[in-house]
């Protein structure tokens, strides 16, 4: 196989799973080539180091990012290691600049957890001071979103509007980046909203409505919050891009 072939496997997999990205548009969009220019990459057919050249510097490492894989696996076929998954490994204030002896270093992100009024208040990097504990993620689960913008927050114990997609106390990964107006609204997407009725951070579906912003629940029993774009706090904490549910309570 060329890693043309194996990136196209790795789409198609995305595809039946409703994955991102599904296609090489998709895939070009995300590290900046042309469409027509990956597509080519990808159909490129001869002996393996003349498809290995075919590559530019740095194209199958954004690559490989975008898609979670070992740039390794798509140049050469090597498969990753296996590996023992652990999710979330969360380790307290004092500890968290140890890694958990469990697992692979180079597997794993450290995502800082802090409260949710803290989330609101620091779209930028979160000072150390207010880290409360690191969240251990696989790093295939997040994908290409591993910058240290990405912050981890505990849901409230009241924060039940998006019942039974998520629960009161579950953990959630938000990436600021990824929220209106810096980004275009993903109709698709969860956000973290500002809310002071639900401990600071409330997870909302939203949609577009001419001057508003519709914010919908999966609760059934929660009203619809409409907010008027011109208020001038922007209520967008940022785009929810991995949760986790402990189900012993």
Sequence with gaps: MTPGDRIMEILLANKRQRLSPRT?????????????????????RGVQ??????WRPGEVEKIAQALGVPASYLLLGEKPRPFKAIQPVITVLGQY????????????????MIEAQIAAGYLAEIPEDYVTSLVWVYKPEIGRRQ????R????????????????PGDIIIVDPTERPPMKPLNKNAIYAVRSQEEGGCA????????????????NKEKEPILLRKEREDNPFIGRVIWSWTSWVR
Excluded: C, F
């Design 24 to 44: 090489h548009e998709d895939l070009a969009i995300l590290i900046g080539m042309k469409p027509d220019t990956l597509r080519k990459k990808l159909r490129w």
């Design 49 to 54: 180091e003349a498809n290995v050249r075919a």
């Design 97 to 112: 600049t140890q890694v958990p002896p469990e697992l692979v270093r180079e597997d794993y992100l450290a995502v800082p």
């Design 147 to 150: 910058h240290h913008n990405l």
């Design 152 to 167: 981890a927050v505990q849901l409230a114990k009241n924060a039940d509007s998006m019942v039974p997609t998520l629960r």
């Design 203 to 218: 997870v909302k579906r939203v949609k577009e409505v001419a001057d508003y912003w519709l914010l919908l629940s999966d």
